[in-house]
Structure formats: C-alpha cells, structure tokens
C-alpha cells in the first residue's frame, strides 16, 4: 500500500501569493506528449508479444511484480487465451514502459519554489456490468500551479483498454492530480458512460492513504451520476466502495508494479470511524 507524503503548506502571509502566482515551467523531456480525445488502442504494439522475452516499449523491462515474479517466459500469452478472456494478469496483457523520473520542473519564482515531477503510469483493474478487464495509462507532467504548494498537470499519453478478452477503443481519458492533498482521479468514456477511478476512504486532513480503489459512472455527460461505487462521504461506511477496483502505479525505479491483490484499507482518521480516545 502507498501512503502519500503530506504536501507542505505554504503559511498565511503568503496565501495571497499562492492563490496569484504566475508559476513558470520547464520541461525537461521533449517527447512529453499532450492528452488526446480518441486513443486507439487497438495496434498490436499494445498486445504483449508471444515471442518476445520483453513487454516494455522503453528500454527496461516492467514485467515483473515486486517481490512476486512469474516463473514463465514474460509476454508467453496465446492469442486464444486472450479471446477466452481466461488471463487475469495485466503484465502478460499489455506493453509498459519504464516512467522517466523529474522529467518537468515546476517553478515560483515569486515564492522561490522549485520542484521537479515524474510521469505516472498505472495500471487498474475494470468490472462494470458484466464487462471486466484491466486499463493502463501512461501520463506526463506538461505544466504547474502553484497553490500551497507545487501541482502538476498532468497529460495523458496514451492508454489501453482490455475488457472481455479484447483491446478496445478508449475516449476521453484524463487523469487530475487533486490538489495539494493529491486526491487523484482518473476517468474515461466506454459504451456511451462516464467512468471515474476515486477513492472510497480519506484519512487525517481529507487525504486519500492509497490509490485509487473504487469507481463512479455517469451519464455521457460526465455529470449524471448513475452509481456512486465509492461512497466516500457516505456516512454508513459499509456502503462505501460497492464498486471496488485495483489499481497499481509502475515504479520509476524499475517499471515493476506491486501485486494485484486487493489490500483496501480504510484509512486512519476517516471521519467514520469512531476515535478512540472519544
């Protein structure tokens, strides 16, 4: 499980500042690529090779889970098993790539802040519905806000989508950063629905403590709420994350993702649990 480091908080005199500031940027990597309304992800460079020993498009492998590598040859999955549906593990489904660390540099000069952003790429699962698979975005940081405290916009570079025991098409896909306390989301457009990856639990200060877990759906719109699976301010915790998902975000150390085991924890300091000391 990741915890997410508490972003600094800029004091009040310069709340001012943060809420005006001109923030300047410079990207460190060229190839950064901006976010597309259709990505199609249905060219074979997605579909992780039979004959390949590598499924990394980069220049390192991802393959490999931490601490939990498989035994067979990586990219050694039959095109029959990926029809039938029958493979339920991601890294033998799709192509990823090693994430470039601090690759834009995000600056203030007016409050003399600097800080540098990697690309995030993740991997989560699906199941809505009768359809069930696995999505995998690449992102890359382009621009900044300066807040209280340095926020990335992030792009989408691309993404694929497997479902059913097949690569579709996917539309519209964002990925938001959510703010100082990084209470990220993600959505995209499938079968005339708005599918949005949050989270079910906040913790102390109303920040999220692991990945995205849960899902909404809306109308085409993006605004028509037809099922809320995360049900974070719900206040009967036990109807919360009635639609639960798993997601897992490569390394930039070495591409590799931790396990696809759903370890969901509600988080410490979730205004529905009760405090102890009360």
Same mark, same amino acid.
């Given at each position: 499980?990741?915890?997410?480091k508490?972003l600094?908080?800029c ?6 500042? !943060?809420?005006?500031?001109s923030?300047?940027?410079?990207s ?10 259709s990505?199609? /992800?249905?060219?074979?460079s997605?579909?992780?090779s039979?004959s390949s /020993?590598?499924?990394n498009?980069?220049?390192v492998s991802?393959?490999s @889970?931490?601490e939990e590598k ?6 050694e ?5 990926q029809?039938?549906?029958a ?10 790539r090693?994430?470039k660390?601090e690759?834009?540099?995000?600056k203030?000069s ?5 800080e540098?952003?990697?690309q995030?790429?993740?991997? !989560?699962s699906?199941k809505y519905?009768?359809d ?6 690449q992102?890359?940081?382009t621009?900044?806000?300066? @807040? ?5 916009v992030?792009?989408?570079?691309t993404?694929?989508?497997y479902v059913n025991g ?8 964002t990925?938001?950063w959510?703010g100082?306390h990084?209470n990220?989301?993600?959505r995209?457009s499938?079968?005339?629905k708005?599918?949005?990856?949050f989270h079910?639990s906040?913790g102390?200060?109303? @920040? ?11 109308e085409?719109d ?8 995360c049900?974070t301010? /719900?206040? /009967? ?9 798993? !997601?897992?975000?490569a ?12 370890t969901f ?5 979730d205004? @529905? ?5 009360e």
């Amino acid at each position: 499980m990741k915890i997410y480091k508490l972003l600094p908080i800029c004091s009040l005199l310069f709340f001012a500042a !943060c809420g005006n500031d001109s923030s300047s940027a410079s990207s460190d990597d060229p190839e950064s690529s901006s976010s597309e309304e259709s990505l199609d /992800n249905s060219s074979s460079s997605w579909i992780a090779s039979s004959s390949s /020993n590598s499924r990394n498009d980069v220049d390192v492998s991802s393959s490999s @889970r931490k601490e939990e590598k498989s035994s067979s040859s990586k990219g050694e999955v039959s095109s029959s098993s990926q029809k039938s549906g029958a493979l339920t593990d991601p890294l033998k489904i799709f192509k990823t790539r090693k994430p470039k660390a601090e690759v834009y540099t995000c600056k203030s000069s007016e409050l003399n802040w600097e800080e540098k952003f990697d690309q995030q790429d993740w991997i !989560c699962s699906f199941k809505y519905d009768g359809d069930e698979g696995f999505v995998y975005v690449q992102s890359s940081p382009t621009d900044c806000e300066a @807040r209280f405290s340095m926020i990335p916009v992030m792009s989408v570079d691309t993404a694929a989508f497997y479902v059913n025991g097949e690569y579709e098409t996917l539309k519209n896909v964002t990925y938001e950063w959510g703010g100082n306390h990084h209470n990220d989301s993600f959505r995209f457009s499938y079968k005339g629905k708005v599918f949005e990856y949050f989270h079910s639990s906040y913790g102390w200060g109303g @920040r999220s403590c692991q990945e995205m877990d849960c899902l909404k759906v809306y109308e085409s719109d993006g605004e028509t709420l037809i099922e809320d699976g995360c049900g974070t301010f /719900n206040d /009967n915790i036990s109807q919360s994350r009635s639609l639960p998902v798993v !997601c897992r975000f490569a390394s930039v150390e070495d591409g590799s993702f931790d396990s696809f085991t759903d370890t969901f924890e509600i988080c410490m300091g979730d205004f @529905r649990i009760p405090d102890p000391a009360e």
